[in-house]
């Protein structure tokens, strides 16, 4: 993915990479970026064990502050993201 200084945006979806994430990460946030052509639209950054690996994969959206697993993608980035 690109840096934010090279896209400029304000989205960013921070992905856990500790290891109960790692292990269950599937493709869909890179299919969802595809379907929907957010590449420069939103950033994503990894970030250390969040501590909530009962719902892991762990997503974070900024500014939003919304903590959120993978299985919840599609909708967070229809009710995010998404222009209305």
Same mark, same amino acid.
């Given at each position: 993915m690109e840096n934010r200084?090279?896209?400029?945006? /304000? @989205?960013?979806i921070y992905q856990c990479v500790g290891q109960n994430c790692?292990?269950?990460?599937?493709?869909l946030l890179? &299919?969802?970026i595809k379907k929907y052509r957010l590449k420069?639209?939103? /950033? @994503?950054e990894k970030m250390d064990c969040s501590?909530?690996?009962t719902?892991?994969?762990?997503?974070?959206?900024?500014? &939003?502050?919304?903590?959120?697993s993978e299985k919840d993608l599609?909708?967070? @980035?229809?009710?995010?993201?998404?222009?209305k």
């Open positions: 200084e090279e896209t400029g945006s /304000d @989205i960013i790692r292990k269950k990460k599937g493709k890179e &299919n969802y420069d639209r939103i /950033d @994503i501590d909530r690996c719902n892991a994969p762990v997503l974070h959206l900024h500014p &939003n502050d919304l903590w959120f599609g909708s967070v @980035i229809k009710k995010f993201i998404l222009p």
